[in-house]
C-alpha cells in the first residue's frame, strides 16, 4: 500500500475511534470504565506479544487504544473543562510520532469539531481557549513527527549503505585481492603482470562506481 493511502485509511480509522471516544462516555458502559480501560490494554499487549509484529499495525493499535483511553479521561471527568485535558496534547504528538505528523492534523480538526459540537450555548470565550489551544499545538506535534520520519530515512540510509559497503568488501573486492595474490605467488613474467594490472583496473573502476552511489 502507498504511503498517501496508509495516511488516508489511518487518518479514517483514528476519525471513528475519536467518535467512539465522544460517544461511549455518554452511554452506560461509562460504568464500566475501569474494566473497560484494562481490557483495551489487555489487548493492547496481546496483540503486541503474539499476534501483530513491530510494525505500522502494531502502531496504529497502540494509536486506537491510546486515543480512546484519553478520550474516555477527558470525557469522563468534564471534557473542555476536565483538568486532564492536557493528555491530549500529548496524545497528538505521540499520533504524529507513532504513524504521521499529517494525523495530528487531521486529529486535531476532528477534535475541534466534536468539542464545539458538544458544548453548551453561549460559553465564555476562556471555556473555548483549551479547544482552540489545540491548533496552536498541532504544527509543533507536525513538525516533530517530521523530524522523526527525516531521522529514519537517515537511519535507514545509513543502514543500506553498511549492508552495501560490506557486500562490495566481502565478495567484489575480495575475489579481486584473491586472484592478484594467486598472481603474484605463482608470477612468471609479463603474463601474470598483465593479469594484475587488469584486476587493479577493475577494482579502481568498481571503487569509483561505488563512490558515486554515495
Known amino acids: ?67 480512546l483511553v484519553v478520550l474516555w479521561i477527558v470525557n469522563t471527568t468534564g471534557g473542555v473543562n476536565s483538568s486532564f485535558f492536557f493528555l ?44 482552540i489551544s489545540l491548533a496552536f499545538i498541532t504544527p509543533f506535534a507536525m513538525f516533530l513527527g517530521q523530524e522523526y520520519l527525516q531521522n529514519e530515512k537517515l537511519k535507514n540510509k545509513n543502514e543500506r549503505m553498511q549492508e552495501d559497503t560490506f557486500l562490495f568488501l566481502s565478495l567484489i573486492l575480495k575475489n579481486h585481492l584473491k586472484n592478484i595474490q594467486a598472481l603474484i605467488e605463482n608470477f612468471l613474467g609479463d603474463h601474470q603482470l598483465t593479469q594484475i594490472k587488469t584486476h587493479v583496473k577493475k577494482m579502481r573502476g568498481l571503487i569509483d562506481e561505488f563512490e558515486k552511489k554515495f
Not at 485509511?9 to 467518535?19: E, S
Not at 475501569?34 to 505500522?56: D, E, V
Not at 507513532?98 to 460559553?123: E, K, M
Open 1 to 67: 500500500m502507498k504511503q498517501e493511502n496508509k495516511v488516508l485509511v489511518h487518518a479514517v480509522i483514528l476519525i471513528i475511534t475519536l467518535g467512539f471516544g465522544f460517544l461511549l462516555p455518554k452511554t452506560t458502559l461509562s460504568n464500566y470504565e475501569p474494566q473497560l480501560m484494562a481490557g483495551l490494554f489487555i489487548i493492547l499487549y496481546l496483540s503486541k506479544r503474539f499476534f501483530i509484529p513491530k510494525n505500522i499495525a502494531s502502531r496504529l493499535i497502540e494509536s486506537v487504544v491510546f486515543t
Open 88 to 131: 491530549i496534547y500529548f496524545l497528538l504528538f505521540s499520533l504524529s510520532l507513532l504513524l504521521h505528523p499529517l494525523i495530528s492534523l487531521t486529529t486535531t480538526i476532528t477534535l475541534i469539531i466534536f468539542f464545539l459540537a458538544t458544548l453548551p450555548q453561549n460559553q465564555s470565550f476562556k471555556q473555548i481557549l483549551p479547544i
